[in-house]
């Protein structure tokens, strides 16, 4: 692969990471009652967790599109990857088996592995 085919692949895969992951936190900012009835009602976390994550997610996305930042960038996919794992085991503990759609995570979370791949490789 070549050094702009990988930088190409790179920008693609973090610009969509971010964005799914952007896309996940905006409605937890102001909780809206999808996000309520998810996260609390049903996973059990308490309301102000659900902003303090969404909030993480957001600075998190940013770090990762800003080039450098060589430490915080680390810590952002680290803490991105756990709220995705996370997000997982939730949903399994919650329902108390494996549901097949929680593999629909995977497209949330193979751009991130991509990104950070690539990343690192740089």
Request: hydrophobic share 55%; no cysteine.
């Amino acid at each position: 692969m070549t050094v702009k085919t990988a930088n190409i692949i790179y920008w693609v895969s973090t610009i969509i990471f971010a964005a799914l992951m952007i896309f996940s936190a905006v409605g937890g900012l102001q909780p809206s009652q999808q996000a309520i009835d998810l996260l609390h009602t049903q996973l059990g976390y308490p309301i102000y967790f659900i902003q303090m994550i969404s909030v993480a997610k957001l600075l998190g996305s940013v770090a990762i599109l800003i080039p450098g930042l060589k430490g915080i960038k680390e810590w952002a996919y680290a803490g991105l990857f756990f709220d995705l794992f996370g997000a997982i085991y939730s949903g399994v503990a919650a329902a108390g088996s494996f549901d097949p759609m929680m593999l629909s995570m995977i497209i949330w979370i193979l751009p991130g592995i991509v990104s950070y791949y690539l990343w690192k490789r740089r």
